[in-house]
């Protein structure tokens, strides 16, 4: 996070508290998410985007009750993806009319659990699914604002996993082959639904706009087709998250500002050109508002040299806290900041205590030879995706996620117990 610096002895501080302290007070390992940096994030996406735009944070990315009040309180609006996150968001106050549900397989339950608490929009991602949510809408007795997710067919540069708009995956209605059209033509067929708008997704930790900038124009080029073909002009488009952040210092995002400013003229002369008003924009970024905010903190563990191929540093967590370097090589840096030291660096791999060889979470990292059991390791860039796709492998007890803001901590997500895993085991 941004507001991590270091004391005279070398000890890493975030938001004026002392990791040792932290460690000591709330154990290893921990997410450590610093409140006014998520908050400034907020700020920033939505003065770039201003008032004719809407700012959906993802909710996939991590999501509590207290990051909803954030939320809400910014004036962010919540992108949910299940009934689960959509009971997060309406328990703690988020007003049903500022969320959008989305997913490609949404249960009849989490699609009825949001007609009735009156989302703001659903967006709608198979022919199935418009009639499953056009039922549960008549059934309610409400006319239901949604959106059509549609695949433009951009291939974004990025882990295969995490791209969205190539042809030949789950998401969406495919643009190129006609599915897209034919989606709005049964929408509009149905009272219970009121067609309000194009969503596009193209995929995630993207660094360069022009992937937008080509769902844009494609989308447009639908906006238009369906002027053309029923006489509507839908207001709004949604051009999803995605934008990238930086894990190690190799990587260089955008900012958001960048981005509204190129996603906002994109869509004006797009507009011009089909003599189309302009809509409202919305986007979602979940990691690059959450993602930076937070470092994990481990205490070393076993400390193995292999003679002429590097260090192995055990950490008191691993896959089960941050499975993304397993699940996509992804890259992370890390950092001792317990203390300070002159030691020679040494080579090393940062892994887990997990029963598997590909539990690793910094494949090549740099640390002082003189590193020692217990010492405090803190890996940078883990609010995304980590807490909120962590597990209880090997029964790993899920680490809390602390808040911390101008000198006080507080748990808002709490370490697993395992009573917690006890209780679930009912045999
Ligand atoms: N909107 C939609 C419809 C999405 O599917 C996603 C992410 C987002 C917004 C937010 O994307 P972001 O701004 O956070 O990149 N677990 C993976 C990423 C999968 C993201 C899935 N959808 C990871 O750890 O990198």
Redo the contacts with the bound molecule.
């Keep these: 996070a941004r507001t991590v610096t270091r004391d005279a002895e070398g000890v890493a501080t975030v938001g004026g508290l002392d990791v040792r302290g932290l460690a000591e007070e709330f154990g290893t390992p921990a997410y450590i998410l610093d409140e006014a940096d998520f908050r400034a994030r907020c700020r920033a996406w939505r003065e770039a985007f201003g008032a004719d735009a809407d700012v959906?944070y993802?909710g996939?990315?991590f999501l509590s009750r207290a990051v909803v009040r954030w939320l809400h309180e910014e004036g962010l609006n919540l992108?949910v993806?299940s009934g689960g996150e959509l009971a997060v968001a309406l328990s703690a106050g988020m007003p049903a009319d500022r969320i959008a549900l989305?997913g490609n397989n949404k249960t009849t339950a989490e699609i009825r659990q949001a007609v009735e608490a009156g989302v703001g929009r659903i967006?709608v991602d198979s022919f199935q699914e418009i009639v499953r949510v056009a039922d549960a809408a008549q059934k309610a007795g409400r006319r239901q604002r949604v959106q059509i997710?549609v695949t433009v067919g951009v291939e974004a540069h990025t882990?295969e996993?995490?791209a969205?708009a190539h042809e030949d995956q789950k998401?969406g209605f495919s643009l190129g082959g006609g599915d897209a059209a034919e989606a709005v033509r049964r929408v509009l067929r149905l009272d219970s639904l009121e067609l309000v708008g194009i969503?596009s997704?193209i995929?995630?930790?993207?660094f360069d706009t022009s992937g937008f900038e080509v769902a844009a124009h494609r989308v447009i080029g639908l906006l238009r087709q369906i002027r053309d073909e029923h006489g509507v002009e839908l207001p709004e488009i949604d051009l999803?998250?995605?934008?990238?952040i930086a894990y190690t210092p190799d990587d260089d995002p955008r900012e958001p500002q960048e981005i509204a400013k190129s996603l906002g003229e994109i869509v004006s002369r797009e507009c011009r050109g089909a003599e189309l008003a302009v809509p409202r924009l919305s986007v979602?970024?979940?990691?690059?508002?959450?993602?930076p905010t937070a470092f994990t903190l481990y205490e070393v563990g076993t400390i193995k040299p292999l003679e002429g191929l590097r260090t192995y540093v055990s950490v008191d967590g691993g896959m089960s806290d941050n499975?993304?370097t397993a699940?996509?090589d992804?890259e992370y840096s890390v950092a001792l900041v317990s203390r300070s030291s002159d030691a020679e660096p040494m080579l090393t791999r940062v892994v887990g205590k997990h029963c598997e060889s590909g539990d690793i979470v910094v494949r090549d990292a740099f640390l002082p030879a003189d590193l020692a059991p217990g010492d405090l390791l803190a890996v940078p860039a883990t609010g995304?995706?980590?807490r909120?796709?962590a597990s209880n492998y090997n029964h790993a007890l899920r680490p809390p996620v602390v808040a911390v803001r101008d000198g006080e901590a507080r748990v808002i997500v709490r370490r697993e117990t395992e009573e917690d895993l006890l209780r679930l085991d009912v045999g």
Excluded at 284 to 291: C, F, K, L, Q, W
């Design positions: 959906f993802a996939k990315a992108d993806c989305h967006v997710r882990h996993f995490i969205t998401f969503h997704h995929g995630s930790q993207i999803g998250g995605g934008l990238g979602e970024p979940g990691r690059a508002i959450v993602g499975i993304r699940l996509y992804a995304a995706y980590c909120s796709m």
